[in-house]
């Protein structure tokens, strides 16, 4: 029997943490002496790897001044959350959209610009850590859009690509299912516009979590 396998982003997919990312990056820019980054800007940035995110933000900078700036963004996000003070939270609905696949025998896996250890106290926070068979990481693989961390899912979870969906609210997160011969559904509530997710070419865009839920089950 084949293995119909659920991948998804987590930040703007899973969770809502654009004012902690946006935080961050403000403290990282002015501890290297760098201009405060517009917020809408570090917004449409978020699931690619840090260091790639960063050289978007700052095409300009040098090599030494990038690597500054992610090292000082990891800094003050793990403080944030050793304090106690970061909100992840999940979009409303996503829970039960995620238990609905699960109870019709899908599985479910990660595929996120954040660190393995971001990801893992994430979804500890919000009560998931047991729902997902696969967790992709920048920490293993290129950035998005390189399809590296859906093909290693696929492989990880025995599925084909053509039994698989990517779900995601960026272009990213579409065009890396692109290039891995996987079905990309987009998501309204994230970072980037619908109408940018379906001319990047997601086959649909959800509204809501319980219309994600009656795509994904349709397939």
């Given at each position: 029997m084949s293995v119909r396998l659920a991948v998804f982003d987590c930040d703007g997919?899973?969770?809502?943490?654009?004012?902690?990312?946006?935080?961050?990056?403000?403290?990282?820019?002015?501890?290297?002496?760098?201009?405060?980054?517009?917020?809408?800007?570090?917004?449409?940035?978020?699931?690619?790897?840090?260091?790639?995110?960063?050289?978007?933000?700052?095409?300009?900078?040098?090599?030494?001044?990038?690597?500054?700036?992610?090292?000082?963004?990891?800094?003050?996000?793990?403080?944030?959350?050793?304090?106690?003070?970061?909100?992840?939270?999940?979009?409303?609905?996503?829970r039960e959209t995620l238990h609905a696949l699960r109870d019709a025998g899908w599985s479910l896996a990660v595929a996120t610009g954040k660190s393995d250890r971001g990801l893992i106290a994430t979804l500890a926070a919000n009560d998931l850590s047991d729902l997902f068979e696969s967790l992709q990481t920048a920490d293993r693989h290129p950035s998005k859009p390189h399809p590296a961390m859906l093909e290693a899912a696929l492989v990880e979870c025995g599925a084909q690509a053509s039994d698989a969906v990517m779900i995601g609210d960026t272009s990213f997160d579409i065009d890396m299912a692109k290039c891995a011969g996987v079905a990309p559904i987009g998501v309204a509530w994230g970072y980037h516009e619908p109408a940018e997710l379906l001319r990047a070419g997601a086959v649909s865009v959800a509204d809501a979590p319980s219309q994600l839920t009656e795509l994904i089950l349709a397939r």
């Open positions: 997919t899973l969770v809502d943490g654009q004012a902690a990312v946006c935080d961050s990056m403000e403290v990282a820019f002015a501890e290297v002496g760098l201009p405060q980054p517009d917020r809408n800007a570090v917004r449409r940035i978020v699931g690619l790897s840090l260091l790639q995110a960063v050289r978007q933000l700052v095409p300009e900078a040098e090599h030494e001044t990038t690597v500054e700036v992610v090292e000082a963004y990891k800094a003050s996000f793990r403080a944030t959350r050793e304090s106690g003070a970061l909100r992840e939270p999940l979009y409303p609905g996503i």
